[in-house]
């Protein structure tokens, strides 16, 4: 089915240690979006990448890093983990004209020790 | 982007239209009203938008004010499953503008 993959879908690092969170979309989206969603709380917006080659900050950029590898790939790198980014992230795409909205993949539950 | 301003949290009983209202007093000419709801931490889903007149699709029903101040999504039969965060959000239809989230409302079917 089309839409957006995220992996993994669940991961526990040490404080300190890296990784990067993966996303694909297959519809052929100009646009893709990491949001990240605190218990109890509403999406905030990490990065965006309007276009392949554009990439932008969001609302909280701080401790990550992005990058739009293609029209079908963007990916999220934590370099150094920390306890407050803990949290679920999700990845996004958005194409078309006319207000078309997002697609959103399933979440990435991080967890940080 | 204009902010929005939802209750924090509704009920409806099983069967019942849930009305959701969202106030958007700021909102310019050409931004549109978007819906989106989540379930139990899953992603979130796209409902319906619009940009001034009613719009209605096999989900849900979008009612805008002729001032465009506010709307109201209506869920006309509400079920056990349509339990989830409603977030009204407004923006641009360039693709390449991002959205912004509120805390939305947290609505509960009751049986």
């Known amino acids: 089915n089309a839409g957006v993959t995220q992996t993994p879908k669940f991961q526990v690092l040490k404080t300190g240690q890296s990784m990067t969170l993966q996303c694909a979309q297959d519809?052929?989206?100009?646009?893709m979006y990491w949001y990240r969603q605190d218990p109890g709380m509403g999406l905030r917006l990490i990065y965006y990448s309007a276009s392949e080659g554009t990439t932008d900050k969001g609302e909280v950029p701080n401790g990550y890093n992005v990058s739009r590898l293609n029209k079908r790939e963007f990916s999220l790198r934590l370099e150094s983990a920390a306890p407050s980014q803990t949290s679920v992230y999700f990845c996004?795409?958005?194409?078309?004209?006319?207000?078309?909205?997002?697609?959103f993949g399933s979440g990435t539950r991080l967890t940080v020790v | 982007d204009a902010k929005t301003t939802q209750p924090t949290s509704m009920d409806c009983a099983e069967g019942r239209a849930a009305n959701l209202p969202c106030n958007h007093s700021?909102?310019?000419?050409?931004?549109?009203v978007y819906w989106y709801r989540q379930i139990h931490s899953q992603g979130p889903q796209y409902i319906i938008h619009?940009?001034?007149n009613n719009e209605t699709n096999e989900m849900a029903s979008l009612i805008i004010t002729e001032d465009r101040k506010s709307s109201t999504l209506i869920l006309p039969h509400a079920t056990l499953r349509d339990t989830a965060v409603y977030y009204c959000i407004v923006r641009t239809a360039n693709t390449g503008n991002q959205f912004y989230f509120g805390t939305g409302t947290s609505l509960t079917v009751i049986p």
């Open positions: 996004a795409s958005s194409g078309g004209t006319g207000g078309y909205g997002y697609t």
């Open positions: 519809m052929n989206h100009n646009s």
């Open positions: 700021t909102i310019s000419g050409n931004e549109y």
């Open positions: 619009g940009l001034k």
